[in-house]
């Protein structure tokens, strides 16, 4: 499976951005797949997961009421709106995808990765 994450961009604080992480090779229609962000200068953190069949959905706090999760299987893509960015959200955002059904905030639990996708917000 291979993942392409696109979408970001510079946009000012209050703003919003809808990234897409699209999949090819082997369906990902069965695939739960997560975002991920690395801010400059820190560690890869949690944003976002979906389940593969679009039933359940889990936030970090940090993200929570703000940014929403969902995909189109038909189309093997996954999105994440963001709503009323932060400049604290500014970072590379990367979509993964793991074989197993469980949801997990573990970066290294995810066995495909995008490229990742720069998002800058302005304050």
């Known amino acids: 499976v291979q993942l392409q994450a696109s979408g970001g961009g510079l946009v000012q604080a209050g703003g919003s951005l809808r990234l897409s992480c699209a999949a090819s090779?082997?369906?990902?229609?069965?695939?739960?797949t997560g975002w991920f962000r690395r801010p400059p200068g820190q560690e890869l953190e949690f944003v976002s997961m979906i389940s593969a069949d679009d039933s359940s959905t889990t936030y970090d706090d940090s993200v929570k009421g703000r940014f929403t999760t969902s995909r189109d299987n038909a189309k093997n893509t996954v999105y994440l709106q963001m709503n009323n960015l932060k400049p604290e959200d500014t970072a590379v955002y990367y979509c993964a995808a793991r074989r197993v059904a469980l949801f997990s905030r573990n970066p290294g639990d995810y066995r495909y990765w995008g490229q990742g996708t720069l998002v800058t917000v302005s304050s």
């Open positions: 090779g082997r369906t990902s229609s069965n695939y739960p």
